[in-house]
T-cell receptor, first 108, second 114 residues
Framework: EDKVVQSPLSLVVHEGDTVTLNCSYE??????LLWYKQEKKAPTFLFML????IEKKSGRLSSILDKKELFSILNITATQTGDSAIYLC????????FGAGTILRVKS | ETGVTQTPRHLVMGMTNKKSLKCEQH?????MYWYKQSAKKPLELMFV???????ENNSVPSRFSPECPNSSHLFLHLHTLQPEDSALYLC?????????????FGSGTRLTVV
């Protein structure tokens, strides 16, 4: 059965720190890997990764996929309190499978 | 708002009640989804509709009954629920059933079964 594992489960950092969130997956018929940020309720889309080794970047956030080792990382540099959220990784193969998420708390 | 609207935002219902959750999208997407998010558990896919036809049902109990009258609207009819069904129910849509262009989520309905 397809599986997505995220680590760490939770993380507390100070403003200005850099964080790396991990996502590993086991899947049949891989199509893409997606990262979401969830604050309060609705997850908002961050990145979709389909190719290995190509970094996607949006402001202070970046993400990369390794299809050989079956993992992805999400980096956030110069963290701000507004980055506090649950970060969800999802893998799309035959269906969309979510990990349990990483709870990030950024303290001022 | 993300383009996917869910109502109501909050719902408290007894185990013998019948209620419905509504989802509406104005993005021109062709696929819509219901997800359940329980505390400390990953998002669980419940139903997928593509072009108004149900294409996947992940063994969800029959007390949850989806309805997709057109490509813009999706309902989840609830009856004789259990307290463990209390969760956040999220609706999502995508341009195509494969979701290759990403998914857009609604804000969810927080359901409490008493």
């Amino acid at each position: 059965e397809d599986k997505v594992v995220q680590s760490p489960l939770s993380l507390v950092v100070h403003e200005g720190d850099t964080v790396t969130l991990n996502c590993s997956y086991e899947v049949t018929n891989f199509r893409s890997l997606l990262w979401y940020k969830q604050e309060k309720k609705a997850p908002t889309f961050l990145f979709m990764l389909t190719s290995s080794g190509i970094e996607k970047k949006s402001g202070r956030l970046s993400s990369i996929l390794d299809k050989k080792e079956l993992f992805s990382i999400l980096n956030i540099t110069a963290t701000q309190t507004g980055d506090s959220a649950i970060y969800l990784c999802a893998e799309y193969g035959n269906k969309l499978v979510f990990g349990a998420g990483t709870i990030l708390r950024v303290k001022s | 708002e993300t383009g996917v609207t869910q109502t109501p935002r909050h719902l408290v219902m007894g185990m013998t009640n019948k209620k419905s959750l509504k989802c509406e999208q104005h993005l021109g997407h062709n696929a819509m989804y219901w997800y359940k998010q329980s505390a400390k558990k990953p998002l669980e896919l419940m139903f997928v509709y593509s072009l108004e036809e149900r294409v996947e049902n992940n063994s969800v109990p029959s007390r949850f009954s989806p309805e997709c009258p057109n490509s813009s609207h999706l309902f989840l009819h609830l009856h004789t629920l259990q307290p463990e069904d209390s969760a956040l129910y999220l609706c999502a849509s995508s341009q195509d059933p494969g979701g290759d262009w990403g998914y857009t989520f609604g804000s969810g309905t927080r359901l409490t079964v008493v």
